[in-house]
């Protein structure tokens, strides 16, 4: 057997372990998702009990957990009087948010410098009366006038009237009414597509034959057009039900444009306009992915497109109602297997090969994604440590015990620790006298090797600086991957570091982050959100919220873009370390790892966070919380300090959370304007 004959076998095995890593992890989770359910069910002592009394008992158990996630009595009190205030916010979107005429005057008589052609394209099919009336009116009425509307009409012959309603209103309208009657029904591919065929305007902008359009959508996209030069454009939606729009069901406030969201879940959707150049003389619509042929027409014309801009208002109203996917996706079940087609084309169109797409629990058509990991490369996992054996010895222990990937390093930076036990502990890593071995050193910084070579400690003098240490840290490292640690942390996905690995070995991603739970198995860390907070600095996204809770619109089911991870648990190539500068040591304490990230970001990086790589986190065990004293007035200075370096990009607001999210919670609650 020769060399290439090895090596092909070698990276079939690599595979085959990953593949088992993968399948052990999602094994482990479906376990702990039973068995948390499972104790709900043992924990109730009135189970056996008649139907009543069992809804009786969990209704009890409901409102008692109710009490205690909103911080008891007071918790409840205040989020009642939040959600008077919430129901207030509410109200300024359907038609409250409706321009008035001396708006809609305003917006009609602007005249922008490029008053481009906005040619929607409708498909119809069996559209019912009400509904089209609704639609087409929601075009008419748009303050915004160099539109024209293209109708494809695919309805059977007991649907005639479809056509008669059409031509009513293109008497109306001046010619910009465009109905064309198909011979035969095409689907939504071919109808829309045939409406292409139609259209004469610069841009297109694809609107379904039962929803309706807020009367300014057109007006902001081309304002966004002329001043950011958008060549596709989206908005936020929101679902309603019947024939009032102010009866919505779902709101959808979305991030700016984030390529792993999209991948994993079509979060523009709707309503989107683009300039037709991006189309580059191929299909609108492809028919090999009915049901789920707009995912893969945004994932083709947003990568050829050079400005993508979300505008963050409830701008499109999608009506739910038997048939329509709003209402669920069962009512189309092939779009599931469309949207994974799509997907897989999205991926390999770039380089991406043996990637697999699943279904989440948080919709059928919300996916992870698992990325082939390229050769075995060395992490160096780094961890600060002061005192603390119990916290370290549990980290240590649970790396080695759980991780499936074995070509690491750990690398303690000891600094300042007084405590006989953690010298014992060291001296138990290392194979020898932790004690007599610093004291036979000479120089700065010594550095001690273990015996089996696999874990090193590096003593770090000097008052503690985290960045510091952690910088001392990696300059010691040999491995091709920086994971930077807390020694409070616990894990528990076996495949963590592949999960995180995966994102890290991409040439566009910075910094990937894992999610991180208190004890009690309570959201610690699920992405960094700049801006969010008292002081205004960065927090947490679903902080406090539960193990099993999908998060907003199922985030906590899917890999995505964030501005930061925490680096309490960061992996990043050592290369991309080295060109930021590392950890910012002015930051000593707090903010260094966003700062780190927002690095990474200014070099035109994607930061992902990752569901799928889990931890405990023992948060501020090892110094405390910067509460108090001292460690209030830092914490402070270190925020002044990082508010007025990253000014522009705090002003600018977090791209991947929508600005009508409130920044005093981190629940994705509705920001309460005044």
């Not at 009190?77 to 005057?105: L, N, V, W």
Request: net charge negative.
């Amino acid at each position: 057997m020769n060399e290439m004959d090895y090596k092909a076998v070698y990276e079939q095995e690599h595979l085959k372990n990953a593949d088992l890593a993968a399948r052990i992890a999602e094994l482990e989770a479906k376990n702990e998702e039973l068995e948390w359910k499972l104790g709900r069910i043992k924990n109730n002592p009135l189970w056996k009990l008649t139907g009543p009394l069992r809804k009786g008992m969990h209704w009890v158990i409901r409102q008692k957990d109710r009490l205690a996630n909103c911080g008891g009595i007071k918790g409840v009190i205040k989020k009642i009087f939040y959600k008077k205030h919430e129901h207030s916010a509410m109200s300024q979107f359907g038609t409250e948010s409706f321009p008035d005429e001396a708006q809609r005057k305003v917006e009609a008589e602007t005249v922008f410098p490029r008053m481009v052609k906005i040619s929607i394209l409708v498909p119809l099919w069996n559209t019912p009366v009400e509904f089209l009336r609704e639609m087409i009116e929601s075009v008419m009425n748009q303050t915004y006038r160099n539109w024209e509307l293209c109708l494809a009409d695919g309805s059977d012959g007991e649907h005639d009237y479809v056509g008669k309603v059409c031509r009513e209103y293109q008497e109306a309208a001046e010619g910009r009414i465009i109905y064309q009657k198909l011979e035969k029904n095409e689907g939504i591919a071919g109808n829309t597509n045939r409406c292409l065929t139609l259209a004469t305007g610069e841009y297109i902008g694809l609107f379904d034959h039962d929803d309706v359009l807020h009367p300014s959508v057109l007006y902001e996209y081309v304002k966004a057009i002329n001043e950011q030069e958008a060549d596709y454009l989206y908005c936020d939606e929101t679902t309603f039900k019947g024939t009032d729009i102010n009866k919505m069901l779902t709101m959808h406030f979305k991030p700016d444009y984030a390529p792993d969201n999209l991948r994993a879940n079509n979060y523009i959707c709707h309503f989107s306009v683009f300039s037709r150049e991006l189309l580059d003389g191929t299909e609108l619509f492809r028919p090999q992915f009915d049901g789920s042929q707009d995912h893969d027409m945004i994932l083709r014309l947003t990568d050829n497109a050079k400005k993508i801009v979300h505008i963050p208002g409830l701008m499109y109203y999608w009506r739910s109602h038997a048939g329509s996917v709003a209402s669920g996706i069962q009512a189309k079940p092939y779009a599931i297997q469309a949207a994974k087609g799509a997907v897989a084309e999205h991926l390999r169109k770039h380089g991406f090969d043996h990637f697999q797409i699943q279904s989440t629990r948080a919709f059928e058509t919300i996916f992870r994604i698992r990325y082939e990991i390229k050769g075995n490369p060395k992490v160096s996992i780094v961890i600060a440590n002061k005192d603390h054996r119990e916290d370290l010895e549990r980290c240590i222990t649970s790396i080695r015990e759980k991780s499936t990937y074995d070509n690491y390093e750990i690398i303690v930076v000891e600094n300042n620790s007084e405590s006989k036990e953690i010298k014992e502990y060291y001296t138990k890593l290392l194979g020898y006298d932790y004690e007599e071995a610093v004291a036979g050193t000479e120089g700065k910084n010594p550095v001690l090797v273990s015996d089996d070579g696999s874990l090193k400690i590096v003593v770090f003098e000097g008052d503690f600086n985290y960045s510091a240490v952690n910088n001392l840290g990696v300059s010691i490292s040999t491995g091709e991957y920086i994971l930077l640690l807390n020694n409070d942390i616990q894990i528990i996905t076996v495949n963590w570091i592949e999960e995180l690995l995966m994102y890290a070995q991409r040439e566009d991603v910075g910094a990937v982050g894992a999610k991180l739970y208190y004890g009690d198995k309570s959201i610690q860390n699920a992405g960094v959100v700049i801006g969010l907070g008292a002081h205004r600095t960065a927090g947490h996204s679903h902080y406090k919220q539960h193990r099993q809770n999908l998060g907003y619109m199922g985030r906590l089911c899917y890999a995505q873009n964030v501005s930061a991870v925490t680096g309490a648990c960061l992996l990043v190539k050592k290369s991309l370390f080295e060109q930021v500068g590392g950890l910012e040591e002015s930051f000593a304490i707090s903010l260094n790892d966003v700062d780190f990230c927002l690095k990474l970001r200014k070099m035109g990086l994607l930061n992902v966070f990752t569901p799928f790589a889990e931890a405990f986190h023992f948060e501020s065990v090892s110094r405390g919380l910067d509460d108090r004293g001292e460690k209030a007035q830092r914490y402070n200075e270190e925020s002044a300090r990082f508010r007025e370096k990253w000014k522009a990009e705090l002003a600018a607001g977090d791209p991947y959370y929508n600005p009508n999210f409130s920044l005093d919670r981190s629940d994705f609650a509705l920001r309460i304007k005044e």
